[in-house]
C-alpha cells in the first residue's frame, strides 16, 4: 500500500508560503498580500436575487399577508416576525440612585445587588446596569487625569519662565 501523504521532509523543503493542504482545499487559495474580497462587497447571487425580487416587494407581501389571513401557520410566523420581532432586551423598572460623584456610584453598585438579592433584576440586567456604572467611572477618572495634567503642565510652564 503506498502513502500519499507528505513526509517531514517533504514538508520541511516547502517555503512558508507553501500550504500543505493545498491540494485538500476548494478554489484558489489568497496570495500573499491579497486581502480577499473587500469589505462591504456582497455575492454576485444576493445581487442577483435582491434586482429580480426589487420590482415584486409589494405584491409578494400582500401574497404572504392573504396566506397568513388563510390560515398558512408559516406565513403568519412570516408576518409576526416583521411586525414585532423578538426583544433583545426589555426596560428595566429599577430607579439607579443618582450619581453626581465618584463615591456616589458605589451606592449605585449596592443598590443593584441589592435589587438582585431580592429578585427585583436579574442577574444580566444587573451586569447591564454595572456596565452603565463603570462607564461613568472611567468617564470622570478621564476627567480627572486630564485635569491633573493640565494643572502639571501649566505648573512647568510657570517653572520655566
Sequence with gaps: MSDDRPT??????????TRNNAPNTRGKPFEPGNPGRPKGARNKATLAAE??????AETLTRKVIELANGGDLTALRLCMERIVPPRKDRPVSFELPPIQKMSDCVA???????AVGCGDLTPIEAAELS?????YTRAVEATEIMERLDRLEKAQEAKAK
Excluded at 8 to 17: E, G, L, V
Excluded at 131 to 135: F, P, Q
Design 108 to 114: 449605585a453598585l449596592a443598590a443593584i445587588a441589592e
Design 51 to 56: 434586482a429580480l425580487l426589487d420590482g415584486e
Design 8 to 17: 517531514i521532509a517533504d514538508t520541511a523543503s516547502q517555503s512558508p508560503m
Design 131 to 135: 456596565k452603565v456604572v463603570d462607564a
